[in-house]
């Protein structure tokens, strides 16, 4: 069993949103909340699928178990409704790096501070409480708006891996990678308290 890194349960709160430990009892409203096809198209797994979604996040709750992943649902705190989900995952606490992906939010919050924020509770607890030397993220190559919203929070990008995955429809994708690393990390917070500054409330 690979070493406990993140401590359960770990719980992460902003303004607009709290990031909840994944549960089985999570999984319904979750699976409402993430039905609709259109937030699946650019990723590997199409979710929107009742036996695929169901699959995927008791998949996640076991791998906790393991210390391989953590999955988080967003909880919005001024409707109290399950909103999306964010795990960390790719956990290597022998070489202090990590991933964080699996993101989705619902489209009514696209725009919002939901992402950022999330975004800066994450990469809060990687650098200031596991001491992360490196945390990546990575999206589908010809995914721009996820590609852009990982710029603007300053994700470097590293490159492209050809042919990196192959998807639930049989169809062979490219990954464009990004990282951001401990001696960015004050700068990239600033950067991201910025946007979220810049950005509408999420109601």
């Known amino acids: 069993m690979q ?23 999570h999984l319904e409203e979750l ?4 039905s609709d096809k259109a937030l699946w198209a650019l990723t590997p797994t199409d979710c929107s699928d009742r036996n695929t979604f169901f699959k995927a996040y008791e998949f996640a709750i076991e791998e906790r178990k393991f210390h391989r992943q953590y999955p ?3 909880r919005h705190r001024g409707t109290g409704k399950l909103i999306g989900s964010t795990r960390l995952f790719d956990l290597y606490p ?3 790096k990590l991933e964080i992906g699996w993101t989705w939010i619902q489209r009514e919050h696209w725009g919002s501070r939901v992402n950022p924020e999330a975004k800066l509770l994450l990469l809060t607890f990687c650098f200031e409480t596991l001491h992360a030397n490196r945390v990546q993220i990575k999206t589908k190559d010809d995914n721009w708006r996820s590609r852009k919203a990982i710029e603007k929070i ?3 990008f590293e490159g492209i891996l ?4 192959i998807q639930g429809d049989g169809t062979v994708r490219n990954t464009a990678y990004y990282s951001i690393i401990n001696d960015e990390w004050p700068q990239t917070r600033e950067r991201i308290l910025k946007l979220i500054d810049s950005v ?4």
């Open 3 to 25: 070493t406990e890194w993140i401590k359960h349960p770990t719980i992460l709160k902003s303004e607009s949103i709290e990031l909840l430990p994944l549960e089985q009892e």
């Open 31 to 34: 699976f409402i909340a993430g």
């Open 72 to 74: 988080f649902v967003i």
């Open 94 to 96: 022998a070489d202090k």
């Open 154 to 156: 300053g994700g470097v």
């Open 162 to 165: 050809r042919k990196d995955r």
């Open 200 to 203: 509408k409330y999420s109601d």
